[in-house]
């Protein structure tokens, strides 16, 4: 089991910054892949940014340039900077791990970007 726990979201207006956390239960040096997804009411979860096994960070095309994914694997954390925000961002933030086969999320967290 990996549980996942988001923190950082908030209401923020455009062309602002926040910086999201994600704890892991576990050390996040054992996961096999980790990143983040957003979702806004009445779509799919889309991927924000993520890596999988070795390979390099993969980012969605509308955040590249603005938004890094980073971890701390002393701290058993992952971030997610977000700059230069925009309302379009405005979405529930919800972080995963790949962890034996199996996919683990976190409970969200919500972003709010205002014009």
């Known amino acids: 089991q990996v549980q996942l726990v988001e923190s950082g979201g908030g209401l923020v207006q455009a062309g602002g910054s926040l910086r999201l956390s994600c704890a892991a239960s576990?050390?996040?040096?054992?996961?096999?892949?980790m990143g983040w997804y957003r979702q806004v009411p009445g779509k799919q979860r889309e991927l924000v940014a993520h890596?999988?096994?070795?390979?390099?960070?993969t980012y969605a095309d509308s955040v590249k340039g603005r938004f890094t994914f980073s971890r701390d694997n002393a701290k058993n954390t992952m971030y997610l900077q977000m700059n230069s925000l925009k309302p379009e961002d405005t979405a529930v933030y919800y972080c995963n791990a790949l962890w034996l086969l199996n996919v683990y999320w976190g409970q969200g967290t919500q972003v709010t970007v205002s014009s």
């Open positions: 576990r050390s996040i040096s054992s996961l096999y892949g």
């Open positions: 890596i999988i096994g070795g390979g390099s960070i």
